[in-house]
């Protein structure tokens, strides 16, 4: 069983990609790289078929919001090489008004669940997906609970007011 360090990793995708992943960091230790919707596709198949790499485990799939920021929705994704226990994290930012972004179902079976839970709470559509439904929330739901869009508490609660604490 072998054993690769981040930085082979960051050698073998810098050879392969160029400039198409961003400057790679390793917040405690997990390394973790940047790259475009269009090339996303191609750097997840890079990493699970590449013969050294093998990292063939997709833990998980996620989203973001920034809204401050002009692509303000991320897609993160969590990969495992299992045969070098390695981990490191790949983000993709999106425009928030079309969160548009290639399947990973074609490379693992698993993402479909996790790419129908991202899509349930941020609205990232995963182009390709068999079957992009809500999975959690209610089917006529008309938001996306995890973007930053709404108010944090609902102004009418009357539990809240001062005068029930003696204020």
Known sequence: MGKISNQQVIQSLT???G????VPNEPFGLLTFETSVDHIS???RFLKEDKELKFNYLTDITGIHFPEQ???IGVIYHL???SNNVRIRIKVFLDGNAPHIPTATSLWEGANWMERE????FGIIFGG???LIRILNVDDMTVFPMRREHPLEDPNRVDKKDYFFGR
């Open 70 to 72: 002009e692509l303000s």
């Open 118 to 121: 991202t899509f349930d709470f």
């Open 42 to 44: 191609e750097v997840l």
């Open 80 to 82: 495992h090489s299992l």
């Open 129 to 131: 997906h068999p079957n």
């Open 15 to 17: 050879s392969k990609f």
């Open 19 to 22: 400039d198409r992943i961003s």
